[in-house]
């Protein structure tokens, strides 16, 4: 019989198992028309191929890890899979839905694990597990247990389930010069005041080559850091425009693996970043390669975000 895990390693291991499941999943949903609209939820739009993921959650949970109070997007309510519930555990099942559908680019499965009722800050493991576009032969998974000496990075090759290292490592830079980097403008709602702030931005710290790349996915965003990819990435909608669509929880509950790899992880005012783990809440945030990079251009979004309130 399933039981909770003992210790957070073991919750990690469970968290790359449920990556590994909707990974799975997803690739074996391919041929259906991903686009459909299913319903909405109080969070977002949910896509046909969301509710493939979505469906294959608490079934999972409930073989494997019933010890939990499971918070997700596709969830009208947490449920609790059992009375004396010892952890929660926060699931995006599929981030970058919209590029994903288009098979435009990979997506994320992302999760984390605190003890019941804590909030970001309180997560102890997390992992996120690349949902790959038809093309793809192999996907990556990246996991962590707060405080670990490094990330566990794994790359699975999708014809035999072989794992291999991957060494991942985020760039050391410490400006953002010939280097991507950029604040998060998705939709239209916001657009051109958020366009304005990043330009206003990259004056002020004099950059003037930087290359611009809209991973349509917090969890991708997160990867691209980690994976050394960018430098800084910014994601301001609730501040810009309170009633658009906006990242949640879920959407960045896998943030300690930035931190873990070496990164930092803020609110848009240079703060820690800390938020309940539920599928409602708007959350600000920033993400930079290093403390360096932190340093030099923390103080000037925090200036240009007190700016934006006036």
Known sequence: MARSPDT???????????????????????????????????????YAIDRVADDALVEWFARHWPGVELVSEGLDE???????????????TIDGTRGLMYDKRPAWSLAA?????????????????ELPTAKQGAADQLSAV????????????????????????????TDLEHGFAGIAKFFVPGKPALAHLESELFRRLGSRVVFDDEYISSG??????IAGHDRFVADLRPLVDPGALACHPYDVCTAMLL????????????????????????VAWAGYANGALAARVGPVLAQLVDDLAR
Do not use: F, K, N, Y
């Open 259 to 282: 931190e873990v790899a070496g990164g930092v992880v803020t609110d848009p005012w240079g703060g820690p970043l800390d938020v309940p783990l539920d599928t409602t809440s708007p």
């Open 113 to 129: 694990a605190a003890p019941r009722g804590g909030s970001l800050r309180d997560v102890v493991t997390a992992a996120m597990t």
């Open 220 to 225: 991708g965003q997160l990867h691209e850091l």
């Open 78 to 92: 947490p449920a609790v899979l059992a009375a004396d519930a010892e952890w929660t555990v926060i699931v995006d």
């Open 146 to 173: 707060r405080g670990a000496d490094a990330v566990v990075a794994e790359r699975v090759d999708l014809r035999d389930g072989a794992r291999h290292t991957l060494p991942v490592r985020p760039s050391t830079a």
């Open 8 to 46: 957070p390693e073991d919750a990690r291991r469970l968290l790359c198992a449920l990556g590994d499941h909707i990974r799975d999943v997803v690739v074996g949903a391919r041929g259906m028309d991903m686009t459909a609209i299913d319903g909405s939820t109080a969070a977002d739009t949910i």
